[in-house]
């Protein structure tokens, strides 16, 4: 692996680590699916498991840095300037389900910029990431968005809505808009940082979803943006910061996707 960064190291050390336990437990599923208990609790025990390895090994090389983790919540709250951001099991229902697409995201945030990215499929055996300024990666091979021009012939993926969303008809009339010009039927995977991982490495030409939260995407954003793409925000909800409605897309199908989607016949709530 060509990591030289120092941060992606540890980064990567806490996410192999981590990625041991997730491999075994994700087998686990399999075997439990097949009997009368059924997954049930294993699963959010399973996501804790994993999120306290990724914990325990970023804090041990810095103590001192802030961290928002999807199961954990906030620790270290007093370091402003330092923070790991981390899902220890992106796509949680695939993982339940026994279906193999789930991931470990980490990002690494410093003054509210996010400077390092890495996305894990520990079923893939695929690594993704990024260091600010200095390309995106999958395994040894430097990654670029694709060079798809028209939107018509694109494959877009996108994610929700969950059952107690608000915005579930908006969602739902996006999709349709998004669907009615597109030739290739709309992709949903359920895990949004691979969704992004994707559109990095061009398989993928573009995502978007709503509702997403920091620790889903801090990693994708970059890894998507170091590989030449576009990532941006829509219908910006300045009472909910906490949640995110992005598009990233290679930069030349951006414009006719975003405007489908703010599209102003499009269902309002
Ligand atoms: P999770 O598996 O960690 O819960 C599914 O569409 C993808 O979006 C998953 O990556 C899921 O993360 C994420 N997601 C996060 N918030 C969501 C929401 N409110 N509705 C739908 N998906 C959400
Ligand atoms: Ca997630």
């Known amino acids: 692996m060509r990591i030289s960064s120092p941060k992606l190291n540890i980064m990567y050390k806490a996410c192999m680590k981590a990625s041991r336990s997730l491999i075994r437990d994700f087998g686990e599923i399999e075997n439990l699916q097949v009997s009368s208990k059924g997954p049930g609790d294993f699963v959010s025990s399973a996501d804790k498991r994993t999120e306290k390895i990724i914990i325990d090994e970023l804090l041990k090389a810095h103590p001192d840095y802030g961290v928002l983790s999807e199961e954990a919540g906030r620790l270290n709250e007093k370091n402003k300037t330092n923070k790991w951001i981390i899902d ?26 996010i400077k390092n990215g890495l996305i894990y499929d520990p079923i893939k055996n695929e690594l993704f990431f990024a260091e600010v300024g200095s390309g995106a990666f999958l395994n040894n091979s430097r990654i670029r968005v694709s060079k798809k021009k028209n939107l018509k012939n694109s494959l877009i993926g996108t994610g929700g809505p969950r059952g107690n969303s608000k915005f579930k008809n908006k969602i739902f009339s996006e999709y349709l808009e998004v669907s009615n010009n597109v030739e290739i039927p709309v992709r949903k995977f359920g895990s949004a940082s691979l969704d992004l991982a994707n559109v990095a490495c061009g398989r993928f030409d573009a995502f978007w979803q709503r509702e997403l939260s920091h620790w889903d995407v801090a990693a994708g954003i970059l890894i998507v943006k170091e590989a030449g793409g576009f990532v941006d925000y829509f219908d910006i909800d300045n009472n909910d910061s906490k949640k995110l409605n992005l598009i990233a897309s290679n930069s030349l199908v951006h414009e006719e996707l975003r405007n489908l989607i703010t599209k102003k016949n499009i269902e309002k709530n």
């Open 88 to 113: 220890p099991i992106d796509g949680t229902s695939n993982f339940l389900n026994g279906i193999p697409q789930f991931a470990i995201s980490i990002g690494y945030e410093e003054n509210n910029e």
